[in-house]
């Protein structure tokens, strides 16, 4: 199953310049996704992080980690994108990054459902460009609805 980026925002309440997942390539339902995050140097974070070099920051690996997730848990309990729909980092585990991302890379997003108890879930995270590992980490979240 491939997932355009309109059904994306049909599922996340992300918004430019916070989406960080561009497409869906491939979803195993109720276990697995792949998403892509194809890194552009007209990002807005690049003017400072570096403006030398620029370096995808790590925390929004995680993030992209994180979004990857929603979508997952969001296909299996049918959640769509609205201001009373929301999701909450509640943990990063066993974070790791193992060599930067730059413009120009694409990066491969594979999360794994983990296990979850009630509104909180848990799902493993790999990051890779070109087939080269650039951040592992297990992230833990809520969704809930707001009033």
């Given amino acids: 199953m491939e997932i355009d980026i ?4 049909d599922i996340l309440p992300h918004r430019y310049p916070f989406l960080l997942i561009d497409r869906i390539t491939d979803v195993t339902p109720g276990e697995s996704l792949r998403a892509l995050k ?4 007209n990002e807005p974070f690049f003017a400072g992080h570096f403006p030398h070099r620029p370096v995808f920051p790590g925390v929004l690996m ?5 979004q990857a997730s929603a979508v997952l848990v969001s296909l299996i309990i049918d959640a769509k994108a ?15 990054f193992r060599s930067p991302a730059e413009p120009g890379d694409q990066l491969v997003i594979d999360v794994t ?4 108890r009630r509104d909180l879930w848990r799902c ?5 460009v070109d087939g080269k590992t650039v ?10 609805p707001i009033e």
């Fill in 6 to 9: 309109h059904r994306i925002q």
């Fill in 38 to 41: 194809n890194v552009t140097v």
């Fill in 62 to 66: 995680l993030e992209s980690i994180a």
């Fill in 82 to 96: 609205s201001r009373k729909n929301v999701y909450l980092f509640a943990g990063v585990d066993k974070a790791r």
């Fill in 113 to 116: 459902l983990g296990a979850h």
């Fill in 124 to 128: 493993s995270g790999l990051i890779t």
């Fill in 135 to 144: 951040c592992t980490s297990d992230v833990l979240f809520t969704h809930r």
